[in-house]
Structure formats: structure tokens, C-alpha cells
């Protein structure tokens, strides 16, 4: 029993850890207490847990009180003077019935002759259940052939695969459409130390990022992200373009499939906020020195054209 | 009529009960150790031998072949000849299945962890012990075949239909999957390429689950099962249908270990629809034994044989029931590739299968030794013990299978995946492995405890090596009577020959198609033969077991074609893998797709990743494999290489052997002075560079076609 108990608690607390996940992304665990929903969570598992230990008790009550009633049947036989027959369970008559069950006086009637090293055989019914399941699984067989393959009613693999890609497209649309997105692209984004994002970009940088550039940006597989020198260019909207478009020939994975314009942005902040940290074990500086162009609008053209010089 | 004396021979059932308790420690103190591996990965002790590619296959190949193999010729030596009251056809014959069983057992545990492997699941071990295995597999079965024919009782029992389909069948699988190619006495190509070796390896895979772990154990359920309970079988017209049901169904359902792959969709139409179909006739087995125990359960209360025997057909009902269910390519979507199907095959495998064999072992020692078990209490806590580990094994499994395959479809509103980086999937169930080596653990525990209660018992007895037995001859020209099934019993060679036919029918309605009707199998233009490099290439990552973790076959969702392939939108094509011998996709994603790797990350990246994937992806349980930075490829096996390949059918030209040396140095620099701009120097011939011009390869030739076709 208390196997049972502590499995049954293992799926609960297994599946309802993943139903938070997917809620809060992983910040649940992060700051459990401080969740908002925590109270929410406690108050279910509670519910759950008390439904659990009552249904338990339930099982032990109704055990408890068949056994007086057996108790008190075999006495008055006894009183009676005859012999204590227990009468069947519902369930057991119910079983009994759906598998046809001979009782077990009448089993001599169909003991085989067969005797092979002391095993002998009976001759009973196929159950009934057992033999409408093949029946039943034979037929189901015979549509599901004729259902994709004759008739064509329903959808093989890739024609699966277009309506769900297709479906997926509407919902995409109609969300964009009811939740117009920031426009945010390499022609006008502008950084700001914007703490909230920074701190976004950072996660996004973590899971993403690190593994070239490493946790603390100081560059492996990829260029050092902290130090001044640039391949392909240092200012914020540069900075976005590569993430977005990526550079193929030099492994950089272009993440604008992947990453949403708002995560590019966050990153592109971090990457921004994280210049001139000096990490230790820094790659060597890569690229052309970037310094920052003065904050004048009409620089904007200078730029672009370092832009392309640069890559 | 006069009686008979005779003995049955129960020293090679002595041999076969050590050797099953040997090698049942050794493959599971292995799958412990390959199991502790996915969430401390240095349990590899750094060592080339030890790594997870290598073991795994050591652990299933130990598990199946040699703990559950012994066993079942264990059981089927004790109960054939009771059976059939004779003693075995022939002493020699039984030693030299016994030996020779042994030894193919050894060379397994030596080639394996050198990496000499085939790659296609429990069909690993290389070209000249596959010749070995099947030589001893005739050898049993002539045994076999050959008790039968002296023996003194009229009719052939079921657990002896069983042992019979079991032999012909195994023998059928066994060869047609391990056509290969050698190139040399280690290595060898499968004969068969991609969609079509998948077919036929899948075909092997699944029914060697259904003749090697299911059949052989029906028998023996069918056998120790009454003989423990001392009840009657319940019902002989119940062995019948469900026998004859079970083996002739069987055969049709390995496509759906390919569900939502490049096999034609009418193959994997019937691989689900003949799962379904086969629901009943397993759980004919299943009620067949349970209800045999009808009037002996209070006896299961007291019994530890019965006990283990009511856990194991209970197992078999639940896992027969759920590989259907599996079946259906709505479960598939979720289940395949994750740990969900380890937990399934563990249910068998552990609860099926071994608690089977303690409940046998059980029965029969005290028997074969002549005096009670040792101690009735020891067997009781292994039973729980057991049980406890079983459980701790598999629900840990389920959730960490079904938790991580929702986070590989999780999709958020703005239509991007949530979790876009593999390892986040990766490192969510980790605690779940944890809890699943401890499960492995507790199982283990409970074997050691009975492997003590065996040689206790054993020493407390006297050996009886010869038990002398009685019986009268069958009297000759006797005309059966009864029904037709009844008559067929008494006819061996016409039992086996319906038996082949039932088991072949199956296999070559779904084959035949698809090697012979060009359609089944699109052709893409542009995809070309490897080069030599990547040929070796491919070859390390055969030999590292890489197929182990790592699928290459990207399924047609949305959720897959996103994650790996964002930026081609393409998923798997049958027509990409014509010249994959052997195929790669397979069946397990404890690391991401590899099917659209090429191209996505720098040749550096590459080189960083496999010297130190940890140091690359942090938190990675990947292993380093630094000796392919130490170890060079050999040059002399290209040509050989080559020629194999060309034999069965790449299209290599005739006398590209001799300049391909050429060719596979020119890419070699290239790659390693790709590398030297990163500031990595590395020599050109070592393995790493194959290596890296393989998983660089990897989809790039439907990339290829696509940029054609926009031209």
C-alpha cells in the first residue's frame, strides 16, 4: 500500500511540476514562495492529497465492514444449524459471468485426458470478453486500412504534416493580428541600459549563446563578445543583424527562425551591457576596432557605411 | 506395453542455470553502469571501452542473449524432456549448444566494447559471430527436433509448439537481418540500405522481442507455471487460438518502430493495425496462466515461485497492452524516442522476463539438488525487493519520457518553440534518471540475494545428475483420433513446416513491396555516395555507438522540422538515405537530431564539442571523446571500404578505390586548416577530422537539391 501511495504521489508531483513549467516558463522553481499562482498550487495539492487519504480510509471501512458482515452471517448459520455459504460479491458474480467461469465442482467435467509430466488440461470456453476483443480489434483493423488507404478519409504523415504547419500558420497570424508585435528591426532599434531587458536578454544569452561565446561572453568557438574589436560590426543595430541573419560560412547560427525580434533585441541589449567586463580567459580580439559613434542622429549614414565594410 | 528406463540430463541444465546466473549479474551491473552514465557521464572512467555507445549494446546484448538466452535453454532442456519423456537426442549436441553459446557469449563482451559493431539494435555483433550464432542455433535446433522424434509421449504438449516456433522463427530472423557485406574480418555493411534496411532490422528487432523473450517463455510459463500451482491448465482450446493467433500476427508489427518515418505509409498502416490485432492473443498467454491459478491463490499468498510467476505473466498482460497502445501513431507522436519506450521494454524485460527466470530458478534448483530452498524468507524479500525496483525503474521513466517529448512539442503563442535548446529537455529529467538507476540498483540487490539462496541450496543438497525416469515406447502405426488439432500434435515435421509458413507470411507481404516497387522509395537527385573521408567518418561514429543517443531521422511535425531543421523546413526523405548501409535513425533521443547537423555549427565547434561537450554545452551529459584526437584512420581500409560498397550497389565507379586515398587527404587539409584559422592544430589523418567531415555532411545533399531547383 504504501508503495502505492508514494508512486501515485511520484506521477502527481511529476506531471503537475510540468503543468508549471509550461505556465512559467522555469521560473517557478526559481522562487517557488514567491510565485503568485504558489497559493493556488498548494491549495490542489492539498485537495488531492486529502481526496487520496480519504479514498484509502474509504477502502479500509468497507474491508473492515465486510467482515462483520461476514462475521455475523456465519453465526446465525451457525444458530440455524446449517452450513455458512458466503454469497458472491457483485464483482465476483460479474466476473465470474463475463469470463464464464465453471464453477470449480463441476471442472471434472472437462478435465482433458491429457497428462503431460502431471499437467493436465482443461477444456474451458474461450472467455467471452477475451474472444469479442479479438473479433472487435480484427474489424477495427479493417476500417483503419480501409479509412486511410481506400477512402482516403484520413490524413497519411505528410498530408498530416501540411495541416498541422498550416494550422499552425492561422494561429500565428490571427495572435499577430490581436497582438500586434513591437517592430523591431535592425533599421531602427537603438540600445538603452534598460535593466529589465538586459536581465531577459540574459537568459536568452545563457541557454542560446553561451556555448560559443561562453557564460561570460569571453569567446571560444565564437568571437569575444566584451572587448572592443568586431567582425562584423559593434553597434547595437549591427549587433542585431548578425544574431538575426547569422554568418553561415563562420558557424554563427542565424537565430531569426528560432528567436523571436524581441528576444534578438534583449540579447543584443546584454551583449551590449557586457562590453568591457573583462572576463578572465579572454579569446583573442578578432576584427576591427569599434568605438561608439557619437549620440548624433546624423551619424546614422557613417554608420551604415561601416557596416559593410566591415563584413 | 513394456516401460522404459531412461534419465534425463540434467547437468547441461546445471550449466545453463550457472551461466544464466552469471551473465545476469554481469548485464545488469553493466545496464546499471550505462545507467548511472546519462546523469554522471565520467562514470565512463574516461575510457574509450566504457563509454555509453559501447555498453549500451553490451547491456542488451548480455541482458538478452545471455541471461534470458541461458535461461531459456535452461527451462527448455528441463521441460523438453519431461515433456516428452525422453532424455535429449544428443548429449554431444546439448554440450556443444551449451559451449558454443558461451563462447559467442565471450566474443560479444570483447568485440562490443572495442566498438566492433553492425549498429542495428540487438543485432550488433559482426559478421563471423553472426555465422557462429547461427551454427549453434542449428545445432539446437536439430537437438530439439530430434527429442521430438524419440519421443515416448503421442502428443506434443503447448509449451513444445511454442519451443518450436521459437526455433524456426528466431532462425529465419537471424539470418535474413545479418546479410552484410564484410570489408574485413571485423567489419561488414549491411547488405541492405536505409529505408529498407530500417524495414528489415525493425522486422528483426521487433520479433526477436517476440521469439527470443516471448515464445520461448510462454513455453516455459506453460510448463513451471502448472507444475508450481499443481492446477490444471485452464484452457487447451485457449493455447490453441491463441498460439497459432499470436505467432502468425507477430511478424506483421515491426514497422511500428517506424511510425511517422520515411517507410511507405502502407507498411506502417499494417505495422499499427496487426499490434492492435495482437492484443488478444497475448493476453490469451496472460489469462491462460492466471487463471490456471484458480483455486491455488492462497498458495500465491505463501509460494515465492508462484508469486514471481503471478508479477511476471501480470507484466507480460501490461506490456502487451501497451506496446498496441503504443502502436497508434497518436501515442507514438509523444512516446517514440523518449524514455517512455525504455520504461516499456523494462517492464517486459524486468518483470516479464526476469521474474520468470528467479520463479523457474526457484523451482527447479531445489529440485535438480534434491532438498528444499535454502531460505523460503531470502526468496520473499527478493520478490519485493524486485518489485520495488521494477517500480522504481519505470515510473520514473514514464514521467521523464512523457515531460521531456511535451517539451519538445511546446510551441508558444507567437509560434516559436519554448524550448529551443535540446539540453534544457535534457536537463529537466535528470532527477528522473537518478531514480531510475536506483530502481536498477534495488533489482540488482535482489538477484544478488538470490544468486546467495541458490549456492546455498545447492551446497545444502546432492546433485542428481542423471534423474532416472520411466515410460513406455510409442507403440507404431497407432491412427490418432480427435480433432484436428489433436492430430496435428502427434506430427512434429508437419507442426513445424505450418508453424514456418504461418511466420513467413507477414514478412514477405511487407518486404517484398517495398525492395521491389521503385516508388516506395522517391529518389532525390542530388543526394551522392559519402566521400572517403566521410565513409570513415561515418564509420567512428558507428563504432562510438553515436546511434545510441542520437537519431537521424527528423519526423514530419511541425515541432521536429522547426527545431532542426528552422531554416530548410525539411523534414526526413526516403530518398536521402539510399546509400546508408546500415541505416542511423535509431530509436532513441537522449541528445538531439542529427539528420540536419551539417552546416549548422563551425568544423571548431565541432572539434571543441567532442573533445569536451560539457565544456561546450554546459550541463551536457554527453561524453568526451578525447582519444579520437589521439587515434589516426587507417588509410588501407578505404579501398576495401569502397569495393564492399560497390558490391552492393553505391555507385562508386569502377577504380575510384584507388584514387579515393587521394581524394579523403585533399578534404582531410581541408578541414584541418579550416581548424587552423580557429587557432586548432590537428593533423589531417586523425579521426576527429573524419569525424567532423561526416556530421558535416549530414543533410546537406536535400539542402543541395533545393538550391538546384530555386536556380
New interface residues.
Given amino acids: 500500500m504504501r ?1 502505492i501511495t508514494l ?1 501515485l504521489i ?2 502527481l508531483t ?2 503537475t511540476a ?1 503543468a508549471q ?2 505556465e512559467s ?2 521560473s517557478f522553481w526559481r522562487d517557488p514562495l514567491g510565485d503568485p499562482l504558489f497559493p493556488f498550487y498548494l491549495v490542489t495539492a492539498f485537495v488531492f492529497l486529502t481526496a487520496f487519504l480519504v479514498v484509502i480510509v474509504a477502502v479500509y471501512m468497507l474491508k473492515v465492514l465486510n467482515v462483520f458482515i461476514r462475521k455475523a452471517a456465519e453465526e446465525r448459520a451457525e444458530k440455524q444449524g446449517i452450513q455458512y455459504v458466503p454469497q458472491p460479491s457483485l464483482w465476483t458474480k460479474f466476473w465470474n459471468s463475463i ?1 464464464a ?1 465453471k464453477p ?1 465442482q463441476e ?1 471434472k467435467d472437462i ?2 485426458d ?1 497428462n ?12 467471452p470478453w ?1 474472444k469479442w ?2 473479433y472487435g ?2 474489424i ?2 479493417g476500417i ?2 480501409v479509412m ?2 481506400v477512402t482516403d478519409t484520413l490524413p ?3 498530408d ?2 501540411q495541416a ?2 498550416e494550422l ?2 492561422a ?2 497570424a490571427k ?2 493580428a490581436s ?1 500586434p ?1 513591437a517592430a523591431i528591426d535592425e533599421s531602427t532599434l537603438e540600445y538603452s541600459a534598460d535593466e529589465a531587458i538586459i536581465a531577459k536578454g540574459r537568459t536568452v544569452y545563457v ?2 549563446c ?3 561565446h561562453m ?1 561570460e561572453g569571453q569567446g ?2 565564437g568571437p569575444n563578445l566584451t572587448d572592443d574589436y568586431w567582425l562584423h560590426g559593434g553597434s547595437i543595430k549591427e549587433i542585431f543583424a548578425v544574431i538575426k541573419n547569422g554568418v ?1 560560412e ?2 554563427m ?2 537565430w531569426g ?4 525580434p524581441e528576444q534578438i533585441r534583449d540579447v543584443s541589449y546584454y551583449i551590449k551591457s557586457i562590453k568591457g567586463t573583462n572576463p578572465p580567459n579572454p579569446k583573442a580580439p578578432q576584427g576591427e576596432l569599434y568605438t561608439e559613434a557619437a549620440p548624433v542622429e546624423a551619424d546614422t549614414v557613417v554608420q551604415a557605411d561601416t557596416v559593410k565594410s566591415s563584413i | 506395453m513394456e516401460l522404459e528406463k531412461f534419465s534425463y540430463d540434467n547437468k547441461i541444465v546445471r550449466a545453463f542455470i550457472i551461466a544464466t546466473v552469471i551473465f545476469g549479474l554481469v548485464g545488469m551491473l553493466v545496464g546499471l553502469t550505462a545507467a548511472i552514465q546519462l546523469f554522471y557521464p565520467v562514470f565512463n572512467f574516461d575510457l574509450q571501452y566504457t563509454t555509453f555507445g559501447r555498453i549500451r549494446p553490451l547491456h542488451t546484448n548480455a541482458i538478452i542473449f545471455a541471461f534470458v538466452g541461458n535461461a531459456m535453454f535452461a527451462g527448455v532442456y528441463y ?1 523438453m524432456q ?2 516428452l ?1 525422453t532424455r535429449m537426442f544428443s548429449d554431444a549436441l546439448s554440450w556443444i549448444n551449451f559451449w558454443g553459446w558461451q563462447l559467442i557469449i565471450v566474443a560479444a563482451a570483447i568485440t562490443l566494447p572495442l566498438g566492433l559493431t553492425t549498429s542495428k539494435e540487438y543485432a550488433e555483433l559482426e559478421w563471423p559471430i553472426d555465422i557462429a550464432i547461427a551454427v549453434i542455433w542449428v545445432v539446437f535446433g536439430i537437438n530439439m527436433i530430434g527429442t521430438i522424434l524419440k519421443r515416448r ?1 503421442r ?1 506434443m ?1 503447448v ?1 513444445i509448439w511454442f519451443y518450436i516456433a521459437t526455433f524456426v522463427t528466431v532462425a529465419v530472423l537471424h539470418i535474413v537481418n545479418s546479410f552484410e557485406m564484410p570489408v574485413n574480418l571485423f567489419k561488414s555493411y549491411s547488405w541492405y540500405a536505409g529505408v529498407q534496411d530500417a524495414l528489415v532490422q525493425w522486422w528483426y528487432g521487433h520479433n526477436a522481442v517476440a521469439f527470443f523473450l516471448t515464445t520461448p517463455y510462454l513455453g516455459l510459463m506453460y ?1 513451471f507455471l ?2 508450481a500451482a499443481n492446477r ?8 490453441i ?1 491463441h498460439f497459432w ?1 499470436l505467432i502468425f500476427l507477430y511478424i506483421w508489427a515491426g514497422p511500428h518502430h517506424l511510425l ?1 518515418s520515411t517507410l511507405p ?2 507498411a ?3 505495422g ?3 499490434s ?2 495482437l ?3 497475448s ?2 498467454g496472460m ?1 491462460n496462466g492466471l ?1 490456471t491459478l ?2 491455488a491463490w492462497d498458495r500465491v499468498r505463501e509460494e515465492p515461485v508462484l508469486k514471481f510467476m503471478v508479477v511476471a505473466v501480470t507484466a507480460y498482460g501490461m506490456a502487451t497492452l501497451e506496446g498496441p497502445l503504443l502502436s497508434l501513431k497518436n501515442v507514438n507522436a509523444i512516446a517514440h524516442f523518449t524514455d517512455w519506450i525504455v520504461a516499456h521494454v523494462h517492464v517486459g524485460g524486468l518483470g516479464w522476463n526476469g521474474f520468470l527466470i528467479f520463479g523457474i530458478l526457484y523451482w527447479m534448483v531445489p529440485r535438480m539438488w534434491g532438498t528444499p530452498l535454502y531460505s523460503k524468507n531470502l526468496a520473499n524479500v527478493h520478490f519485493w525487493i524486485g518489485t ?1 525496483g521494477i ?1 522504481f525503474y519505470a ?2 521513466m514514464y ?1 521523464s519520457g ?2 521531456q517529448s ?2 519538445w512539442k ?2 508558444n ?6 524550448y ?2 535540446f ?2 529537455t535534457t536537463v ?1 529529467i535528470l532527477p ?1 534518471h537518478v531514480l531510475r538507476a536506483i530502481g536498477g540498483g534495488l533489482y540488482l540487490t535482489g538477484t544478488i540475494i538470490m544468486t546467495y539462496n541458490l549456492i546455498k541450496t545447492a551446497y545444502a543438497g546432492s546433485f542428481i545428475a542423471d534423474e532416472p525416469a520411466e515410460a513406455a515406447p510409442l507403440a507404431k502405426d497407432v491412427k490418432v483420433s480427435g480433432g484436428w488439432h489433436h492430430v496435428l500434435e502427434s506430427k512434429p515435421i508437419m507442426f513445424t513446416v505450418l508453424s514456418l509458413i504461418a511466420i513467413l507470411i507477414g514478412g514477405i507481404i511487407e518486404m517484398v513491396p517495398t525492395f521491389l516497387i521503385k516508388s516506395n522509395v522517391p529518389t532525390i537527385a542530388s543526394v551522392k555516395p559519402y566521400t572517403p573521408l566521410e565513409l570513415h567518418g561515418r564509420d567512428i561514429y558507428i563504432r562510438e555507438g553515436c546511434v545510441s543517443c542520437h537519431s537521424q531521422l527528423v519526423r ?3 515541432s521536429e ?2 527545431r532542426y531543421d ?2 530548410g523546413g525539411e ?1 526526413s526523405k526516403s530518398g536521402e538515405y539510399i546509400y546508408d548501409h546500415p541505416f542511423l535513425w535509431g530509436s532513441k533521443r537522449t541528445g538531439p537530431d542529427l539528420h540536419r547537423l551539417g ?7 565541432h572539434y ?1 564539442h567532442m573533445l569536451a561537450p560539457d ?4 550541463g551536457s551529459i554527453m561524453p568526451a571523446y578525447p582519444w579520437l584526437f589521439e587515434q589516426s584512420i587507417d588509410l588501407s581500409q578505404t579501398s576495401l571500404k569502397i569495393k564492399a560498397l560497390r558490391t552492393i550497389g553505391v555507385p562508386y565507379e569502377e577504380g575510384y578505390e584507388a584514387i579515393a586515398n587521394e581524394e579523403l587527404k585533399i578534404q582531410a587539409r581541408r578541414i584541418s586548416e579550416n581548424l587552423q584559422l ?1 587557432g586548432i592544430e590537428v593533423a589531417p589523418e586523425t579521426e576527429i577530422v573524419a569525424m567532423i567531415a561526416y556530421l558535416q555532411r549530414l543533410g546537406k545533399d536535400i539542402k543541395a537539391s533545393k538550391t538546384a531547383s530555386n536556380q
Avoid at chain 1, 116 to 126: A, M, P, S, T, V
Avoid at chain 1, 257 to 260: A, G, K, R
Avoid at chain 2, 599 to 605: A, R
Fill in positions: 508503495t508512486t511520484f506521477i511529476g506531471l510540468f513549467e509550461a516558463g522555469s469470463n467461469f470449480a471442472e478435465l482433458l491429457h503431460y509430466d502431471g499437467i493436465k488440461e482443461l477444456d474451458n470456453h474461450l472467455p477475451w476483443l479479438l480489434s480484427i477495427w483493423a483503419y486500412l486511410y488507404h497519411l504523415s505528410g498530416e504534416y498541422e504547419v499552425a500558420q494561429q500565428k495572435f499577430l497582438n508585435p541557454t542560446n553561451a556555448s560559443c557564460p571560444s568557438i553561415q563562420k558557424g547560427i542565424p527562425p528560432v528567436l523571436s | 521441460s519431461r515433456l519423456k509421449e502428443h504438449y509449451a510448463y502448472p507444475k490444471p491448465v485452464y484452457s487447451y482450446r485457449l493455447s487460438v493467433s511517422y505509409d502502407w506502417q498502416s499494417l499499427t493495425v496487426f492492435i490485432m492484443i488478444a492473443p493476453w490469451g489469462l487463471f484458480r483455486g520495488l517500480i515510473l520514473p514521467i512523457v515531460t511535451l517539451m511546446e510551441f503563442a507567437e509560434g516559436f518553440l519554448v529551443k535548446n539540453l534544457e529537466q528522473m514530419p511535425f511541425r522540422v522547426e528552422p531554416l523534414y552546416g549548422k555549427y563551425s568544423d571548431s565547434w571543441n565544456a561546450v554545452s554546459t580557429e
